[in-house]
């Protein structure tokens, strides 16, 4: 959507002419916060302007565009928020070790986990990737895992024996709980003009250490998602989120998208999800620490048992010595330590748009449009001030999603509820960054549990209320699907 050209913002996100506001002071450091030379330049240009170049307006990273393009601090972080980006960055990073330990810091892995690091599941801060073969043992792509609720719970509850989620390691004297392994069918879709090879997949659990699944066992395979823009997205009004939704298709589109609303132990009360597949949490922090647990096996203010994922019938997991320690708040991964891993991945900036050839992507943003893409990838947001976070809060900001829930047909259903989410539906993924993102993640895989090998096959696989848009895409002539593909590699 168009945006008229207005007064330059103050630091603290307000459109009014006068003085700039006191300069707000860090929360672990005493420097103030002071403008960048790239805050002054983009706080002087039309905010119009901003859509294209910089998607997170003054927090674009404009420097590092290649491998690293999805790690850089927002553009307009103070130097002391910086100095506590990097911190946060070296837990992000840091390889946890089997309790006990001499370094009871770093100790407390598992028992049961995915993976060692929080940046092994998101290499550069990008997406994960699918397994190539049957053999593979993904550490980017887990498994969330449940059954059918029944008379105890009108929603999903997770499997007895295996948990949440499948953990495919463990430590020393303990089994890994088994395997994902996947094989593809190939399928052959004619499009105007060619004909494209999608791949589906047969995901199942093997090398299972104790005992069969549940018989009604639910499985979601996920890859990770790149991480940049969170802190703008989590800073989008709620108001503003839920005047998108029409769950009942009011306007009779075809697009009937709704928030999913979950508990946040965070914010103490039930709120729209914003993060995650099918935006099962609501903030940074719960998706954060809910990672911790399941993924590393690590206790935190939220989840502070030492077993992780360890259900009661695991007796040997439970029976394991954990890295709980009374210098730090009897966790693995005390509350410092979930603040500075929360304000890192807050302030990843969403990296400046490709606009190499301003007339081809200028035709394949038309078509976009045209094809009723923007009917869920919604461009345009303004986020909301903020007090403890003054440089994100005020900004207008591209990211190209609605953060609601929509159908997205039988193809790419889990058939695996997730709080309000049924089966069906996902939430609409950002596409800020993504034409970036072969150059970050090494591979150009797509999706929820990264089928698509390419951004077409990723458009042919949306069906349900995204159907008839994937259709216009379908009869397009190859040359505009090809403009299409470039705008959406722009982005």
Known sequence: MPIAAEAAPTLSGERAPGPLPPLPM??????????????LLVLAIPTGVLGADLPGGA?????????????EPA????????????????????IWVT?????????????????????????????????SDPSENPVSLVAHLSIPG????????????????????????LAAEGRLAVRYEPIELALNGETVELRRPDYRIVDTAYGAPHADLRL???????????????????AALRAQADPDDTDADGISGRPNEVWSTSLGRIAPGRFGWKAGHAT??????????????????????????????????????????PQYESLEVHTVITNLVRDYVHNLAPPAGQTHDPEAIGHGKTLFHDAG?????????????????????????????????????????????????????????PLWGIGRSATVSGHSGFLHDGRARSLLEAVLWHGGEAGTARDRVIAMPPQQRQRLIGFLESL
């Open 26 to 39: 860090n929360r672990f450091f005493s420097l103030p916060m002071r403008p960048t030379l790239l805050t």
């Open 59 to 71: 927090t674009t990273n404009t420097t590092k565009l290649g491998p690293h393009a999805y790690s």
């Open 75 to 94: 553009a307009n972080l103070s130097l002391a928020d910086t100095l506590d980006f990097k911190v946060g960055r070296g837990f992000f990073e840091r």
């Open 99 to 131: 309790a006990p330990s001499s370094t009871e810091a770093a100790d407390g892995l598992g028992p049961l986990y995915n993976a060692r690091a929080c940046n092994q599941c998101h290499p550069r801060n990008g997406r994960g990737h699918a397994p």
């Open 150 to 173: 029944g008379d105890r719970s009108p929603r999903p509850i997770p499997e007895p024996v295996y948990g949440a989620q499948l953990q495919t390691f463990a430590v020393p004297g």
């Open 220 to 238: 979601s395979p996920r890859v990770s998602p790149p991480l940049i823009g969170l802190g703008l997205l989590e800073l989008i009004p709620e």
């Open 284 to 325: 940074i922090d719960d998706q954060n620490q809910a990672a911790f647990r399941n993924d590393i096996g690590l206790s935190t203010p939220q989840h502070p048992a030492g077993s992780g994922d360890c259900t009661a019938s695991q007796t040997a997991c439970l029976e394991l010595p954990d890295g709980n320690s």
């Open 373 to 429: 893409c923007a009917a869920c990838h919604t461009p345009h947001w303004r986020t909301a001030p903020s007090a403890d976070r003054p440089h994100l809060g005020g900004q207008d900001i591209w990211p190209y999603t609605d953060m609601l829930l929509h159908d997205m047909g039988e193809g790419l259903a889990d058939h695996r509820p997730e709080a309000l989410a049924d089966g069906r539906e996902w939430r609409t993924a």
